[in-house]
């Protein structure tokens, strides 16, 4: 500073050029004057580190607290050297003299050169002694590894690029850190596995990943972090992946979720082994289904509902929690959990006992029956909200929809019309969920079903307003024709006479309602109730179909009559009557002379038993018939085959309208991607296209065996 006051005080007073060589020879000479004063400062300093031979720590403290002096006395020089940094240096910057630095740069560059070139090996080789010394569990001073390698950074010069800025860092440290990174990892991890469990070895990893994202934060340079995670991954994770395959179905098996957890947070860094862990996972939810499914079932004739869902439901739980604990959701373990059950819930060991791929969803159908029916043991231990949103899960992993539409829809209707749901509530809310997963369309027929016992319930009110005497205990259901799955009787009924004023009487009234509309009675699905009473204080109250009302009403005249009379009073079919004279036979409400078990005969004769007695003061006579019931469900899969031909065929017709000419092989696969009720195969939806091709909807093209034409 004297020395450049002195100078100053010297300068020529000339003006022009003399004056401005003057101010240019000064900076000059002042600049080489600074630069060899910190080149020498420099040596004496680095000769004195040489002189010592220090080593590792010792080095290191020498080392960072020359490097504090230094940097330190570095600002002081530049804040004194401002006016030279802004005139002279960058005037010498502006003539294109990349290698003249203002004071501060100077300054570093001439650590670099004079103090850090010579000791680097040693330097670099004490950081990394101290940093396996905190890998191996000692006490280091971390102040001087971050001391050390902030030295490396802060030699990049203002004004580069930023990989430019890092090149000190990178070639003095980074590189080798990440070789003897990966040198360490490697032998240790070897080691580890020889001789510890891999369950253990999870928890090493991972405690070995974390410590390393930790020395990031502490003291490296953020940019050495994506490619120090990448090489550790590749030691301790990559190179050790089949180990991690072949116990990973070990940890299923027992239920080890934490490790999976583990194993999964070291693996998702790796699509390619993430994807192998997905494929494990599927197979084996899949093989846990299946032997569920085999378990509820195995010994049985018919699988009960109850059963066959819990055992569906608990395995989706299972492992619903898995994925969303130890595989952090993750989509593809979604996925592979849906694949899973999508699998094993459609085809497993009852659906093929039975040769029915829909068994499932008929199942799934009777058991929500059991749960919405009234005096369902289900119904009262179980909150039933939370029931019916499990029989959602399994519901939208069903294939064939359209199954389980028909049985539930048969279902609803016998609880409607008995009156034995539990809650016309949860009714509502149950065929709401199913119009939230399928659509309006696949609900509009039990909307329907369901809106007609209200609208019932207020035409019966009108009735009783219109009706001038009371009509006690006397109510009717009008069913819209098509939404219920009924059909108009095919024989006649002759109904009691007790019952026929009442019957001409609704049918007045209805009359008047609805101008135009015409009942059709369905007498199969009527019940009635009979008060019979012998004695004082031995009354019972009968349950009854309506058929079983017509036969009982006729001993109100007689005691006894033959089958042939008891059909020519009620109209009821042979067999009908046949299967209703036996069950009443059985509940000892009847006595019949006949003492065989086939078919009963004209003249076999029924007596009302007088005898007959039960604790019971109400008796449930109307009792389902097993016949009817099995005969019920075979009509109900062959009706749904039926639907599937004329809805396959209403979808070809519908693309081949839009679409006009289309090839087979196309065809095939838009009729596959618009169903989305059921699963067509491609031999029936090849067979729908031969009965429109018959029916004159669509044409072969002359010519080309594989495209097809509408026809208009």
């Known amino acids: 500073k004297q020395w450049y006051q002195r100078r100053v005080r010297g300068k020529p007073s000339r003006p022009g050029a003399n004056k401005q060589q003057g101010a240019r020879f000064i900076g000059l000479e002042l600049y080489k004057r600074i630069k060899d004063y910190l080149e020498a400062h420099l040596q004496t300093c680095r000769d004195k580190i040489m002189e010592q031979d220090l080593q590792d720590e010792l080095l290191l403290e020498h080392y960072t607290k020359q490097w504090s002096d230094f940097k330190f006395s570095s600002r002081v020089l530049n804040g004194i050297c401002q006016y030279l940094n802004r005139h002279w240096v960058k005037r010498k910057r502006e003539e294109g003299n990349k290698r003249i630095y203002e004071i501060c740069d100077l300054a570093l560059v001439q650590w670099n050169e004079h ?24 006490l280091v001073n971390t102040g001087l590894i971050k001391t050390a390698i902030k030295s490396f950074v802060e030699l990049g010069l203002k004004g580069v690029t930023p990989e430019n800025r890092l090149k000190v860092y990178a070639q003095n440290f980074e590189h080798h850190f990440l070789a003897e990174t990966t040198c360490f990892y490697t032998n240790e991890s070897s080691a580890f596995l020889q001789q510890n469990p891999v369950p253990e070895y999870l928890k090493q990893a991972q405690k070995r990943l974390h ?36 116990e990973f179905v070990n940890l299923l098996d027992n239920d080890k979720n934490e490790d999976i957890g583990r194993m999964y947070e070291l693996v998702v860094r790796l699509p390619a082994g993430l994807q192998h862990l997905k494929n494990l996972l599927e197979t084996h939810i899949k093989s846990i289904g299946l032997k569920a499914v085999l378990a509820c079932s195995r010994g049985k004739e018919t699988v009960d509902p109850k059963e066959y869902v819990k055992a569906l439901l608990d395995v989706h739980k299972k492992y619903f929690d898995l994925v969303c604990n130890s595989f952090e959701k993750n989509p593809i373990f979604v996925q592979a959990l849906d694949k899973a059950c999508t699998a094993f819930m459609n085809k497993n060991c009852v659906s093929e006992a039975t040769g029915n791929t829909g068994k499932s969803p008929e199942l799934l159908a009777k058991y929500c029956n059991l749960l919405l029916k009234k005096n369902s043991r289900i119904s009262a231990e179980e909150d039933l909200e939370s029931v019916l949103n499990s029989v959602m899960v399994i519901f939208k992993y069903i294939l064939e929809k359209d199954v389980f539409q028909k049985f539930y829809r048969t279902l609803l209707a016998h609880r409607l019309v008995n009156d034995t749901s539990v809650s016309h509530d949860l009714e509502g809310n149950m065929i709401s969920k199913l119009k939230q997963e399928c659509g309006f369309e696949y609900t509009s027929k039990l909307q329907k079903m369901y809106t007609d016992t209200h609208t019932s319930k207020d035409l019966n009110d009108r009735f009783h307003e219109f009706c001038s005497t009371p009509v006690p205990g006397f109510s009717v ?41 015409k009942l059709s009675w369905l007498y199969n699905y009527s019940k009635g109730e009979l008060e019979w009473s012998r004695k004082p204080k031995m009354t019972h109250r009968f349950q009854c179909t309506m058929f079983q009302t017509s036969i009982l009403l006729l001993f109100n005249h007689r005691d006894s009559y033959t089958f042939d009379e008891i059909h020519a009073n009620t109209s009821i079919e042979h067999e009908k009557l046949d299967q209703f004279l036996k069950q009443l036979t059985s509940l000892n409400v009847l006595k019949s002379s006949s003492q065989s078990e086939g078919a009963l005969t004209g ?85 729908n296209i031969f009965v429109l091709i018959d029916k004159e909807y669509i044409d072969r093209v002359e010519g080309e065996n594989d495209l097809y034409q509408y026809r208009a």
């Not at 103090?115 to 000692?138: H, Q």
Request: one cysteine or more; a neutral charge.
């Open 211 to 246: 410590e390393e994202m930790e020395r990031c934060e502490k003291y490296l340079h953020e940019s050495t972090r994506p490619e120090l995670e990448q090489k550790c991954v590749h030691v301790l994770v990559e190179k050790h992946l089949e180990i991690f395959f072949a």
């Open 115 to 138: 103090m850090l070139s010579p000791l680097t090996s040693k330097v670099t080789k004490a950081v990394l002694v101290l940093i396996e010394k905190e890998r191996n569990g000692e």
């Open 603 to 687: 003249s076999d004769t029924f007596n009302l038993n007088l005898d007959f007695s039960s604790r019971k003061i109400r008796i449930n006579l109307a009792l389902p018939l097993k016949a009817e019931t099995k005969q019920e469900t075979e009509q109900a899969h062959q009706s749904i085959r039926e639907d599937r031909n004329l809805v396959i065929q209403a979808c070809v017709v519908r693309i081949m309208k839009d679409r006009k000419q289309l090839k087979h092989s196309l065809l095939l696969a838009e009729v596959m991607q618009q169903l989305q009720n059921f699963q067509p195969s491609v031999p029936s939806i090849k067979k």
């Open 477 to 517: 259901m009008v069913l819209s024709d098509g939404s219920w799955p009924y059909s108009r009787p095919s024989s006649e009924f002759n109904v009691p006479p007790e019952l026929q004023v009442y019957h001409e009487k609704f049918a007045q009234f209805y009359d008047k309602q609805h101008n135009g509309r």
